[in-house]
């Protein structure tokens, strides 16, 4: 079946720092994968997306590019501001489960001056 | 604006209560979803539906029962028999396909007393 696996957090950094946040996933045929964000009490956003090997998704200075022979989706941004503490999502679909979302744990990010 | 809207953003639930959960989405698509929310265990699929009328169950379907009478409405009944209710529940919709986004509600938390 699938899967996605991210790396625990809390993830603690200062401002402009740079961000990593690792994701794989495990899954057969051609997923799409996904990064969503939640801020604190509130629903999913879509970050970024791609929907095949080697694509880059790129949104407000966050980036993944789609590793088909690593299977990995790993979230990266340069320099990390504040407001972007928040809980980050790896997430994938998949041909045969149609639109449906598998879901990694979650990653809490912190940003401190 | 088009989106998903949930109601109410926080509910309370006696022991032995059935409650129902409002999803409702303007955005004209086929496929609705409900999750549910406990810390450190990401998103779990509770019900999807592709199409009016028709619904399947998710991964942790049980104690809960959604009805798919409208293309924009897609509310979800917490009945007695869910052992362990307390949890934030989101409801997302999306277009059918594995290479579309999901779009998220704010949520609602349910609370046990």
């Known amino acids: 079946g699938n899967s996605v696996t991210q790396m625990e957090g809390p993830v603690t950094l200062s401002e402009e720092a740079f961000l990593t946040i690792n994701c794989t996933y495990t899954?057969?045929?051609?997923?799409?994968l996904f990064w969503y964000v939640q801020y604190p009490g509130e629903g999913l956003q879509l970050l970024l997306k791609?929907?095949?090997?080697?694509d880059k998704g790129s949104n407000k200075g966050f980036e993944a590019t789609y590793r088909k022979e690593t299977t990995s989706f790993h979230l990266e941004k340069g320099s990390v501001q504040v407001s972007d503490s928040a809980v980050y999502f790896c997430?994938?679909?998949?041909?045969?489960?149609?639109?449906?979302?598998?879901f990694g744990t979650g990653t809490r990010l912190q940003v401190t001056l | 604006d088009g989106g998903i809207t949930q109601s109410p953003k926080y509910l309370f639930r006696k022991e032995g209560q059935n409650v129902t959960l409002s999803c409702e989405q303007n955005l004209n698509h086929d496929a609705m979803y409900w999750y549910r929310q406990d810390p450190g265990q990401g998103l779990r699929l509770i019900y999807y539906s592709q199409i009016v009328n028709d619904f399947q169950k998710g991964d942790i379907a049980e104690g809960y029962s959604v009805s798919r009478e409208k293309k924009e409405s897609f509310p979800l009944t917490v009945t007695s028999a869910q052992k362990n209710p307390t949890a934030f529940y989101l409801c997302a919709s999306s277009q059918e396909g594995a290479r579309t986004e999901a779009f998220f509600g704010q949520g609602t938390r349910l609370t046990v007393v």
């Open positions: 899954a057969t045929g051609y997923p799409s």
């Open positions: 791609a929907t095949k090997a080697d």
């Open positions: 997430a994938l679909t998949n041909t045969g489960t149609a639109s449906k979302l598998t």
